[in-house]
């Protein structure tokens, strides 16, 4: 009897167990590789979204606090303006975090808020952050540099003045405006507006719309429309009328921070995301050492803004948190020209 031929290739495909464990060793480690590539892949593109993200945070911040800064005191006379005072006078809120009063006899261009914002840091590592609040005639308005066309009327609860009724209709209620002549300047919030009469009037008492409280008429002696008026004679010099911006910046207690831009007393609103500190020095004349909370804001000529932005989580890989930093020097141009030269850079009285 013959023996059967025993031919390897004719057996069923398949792999040795030797053979399998090889396959199975190279292909874990081909997706470890993989995996670790693929780890390594998301955490950098993390983190330059994170430091992108921040970056763009903080310099769209500096921008628009830097030339809000650079254009504070347009229009604005020399010194600040007169806030209602003496008497019976009643404080004139003040925007941002803490529920203040301005100080003082003057509204000054700029009013530094040092350490008002939100505290930074813990333990003995915390500091708090700091406010400003930012004051200008509007150059984009169409009411700049309107003439009041009759003499103001005033009572104890109210003043009106009258301008075109186009200039009127370029008012609502609520803007701030200055009014000047040669015997001096005041602060007002309108409160109600006629264009067909062109009758502006600003009411004592309206929370909503004079929220800073600055429509004062019997109670105080010094800083109202009542100075306006010459002493004695009754009369009232020429009379023009201009609308005020009031600007303010902080950062709130959210986490991460935000810088909150708070126009007037409305609702602050959030325009940077991320923000965790904001400093503000001031320098108030050369050679002296720039201070955060300095004595007389009307002589300041530059401001240096710090600001901190930081990512909203931690680096998925190094567990760091990535913070960027930029602090930009700012020539108030209006009082930095004032300050140099004694002369008022852009008033105009006509």
């Known amino acids: 009897m013959s023996k059967p031929n025993y031919n390897p290739a004719s057996r069923s495909a398949g792999f040795t167990l030797l053979e399998l464990l090889v396959a199975m060793s190279l292909s874990l480690i081909l997706f470890g590789l993989a995996f670790n590539l693929a780890q390594q892949l998301n955490n950098v593109a993390d983190t330059v979204s994170s430091m992108s993200d921040v970056n763009e945070n903080v310099r769209a911040a500096m921008n628009m606090v830097s030339r809000d800064l650079q254009q504070a005191g347009q229009n604005i006379p020399v010194g600040g303006l007169p806030i209602p005072n003496g008497g019976s006078a009643s404080a004139i809120n003040r925007p941002g975090p803490g529920g203040l009063t301005f100080t003082g006899t003057v509204l000054p261009v700029l009013t530094p808020g040092y350490q008002l914002g939100r505290v930074q840091g813990s333990g003995i590592n915390a500091f708090n952050t700091d406010a400003v609040t930012i004051i200008g005639v509007n150059q984009a308005s169409l009411f700049n540099q309107t003439p009041v066309t009759a003499n103001p009327t005033v009572s104890g609860a109210s003043a009106t003045i009258t301008v075109s009724s186009t200039a009127a209709g370029y008012v609502s209620p609520g803007q701030l405006i ?47 429309i009542n100075q306006l008026q010459t002493s004695g004679s009754g009369t009232w010099p020429k009379i023009n009328a201009y609308p005020i911006s009031m600007t303010t910046y902080y950062l709130d207690n959210s986490s991460p921070g935000r810088l909150m831009k708070q126009v007037t007393m409305g609702t602050a609103q959030p325009v940077a995301l ?77």
């Not at 067909?196 to 010094?222: C, E, K, M, R, W």
């Not at 141009?333 to 009285?349: E, I, P, R, V, W």
């Open 178 to 224: 200055m009014l000047i002549n040669a015997n001096g300047s005041c602060l007002l919030a309108a409160t109600g507006v006629n264009s067909s009469t062109g009758v502006i009037t600003f009411a004592h008492g309206s929370a909503t719309y004079d929220p800073l409280g600055v429509n004062q008429f019997s109670g105080a002696t010094a800083g109202t």
């Open 274 to 350: 991320g923000i965790n500190v904001m400093t503000i020095s001031y320098y108030c004349s050369s050679g002296v050492s720039p201070t955060r909370n300095p004595a007389s804001p009307n002589t300041v000529q530059k401001v240096a803004v710090t600001l901190i932005g930081e990512t909203d989580h931690q680096n998925h890989a190094s567990t760091q948190w990535y913070s960027k930093s930029i602090t930009n020097a700012v020539a108030v141009q209006n009082l930095d020209f004032h300050n140099k030269y004694g002369t008022l850079a852009s008033m105009t009285q006509n």
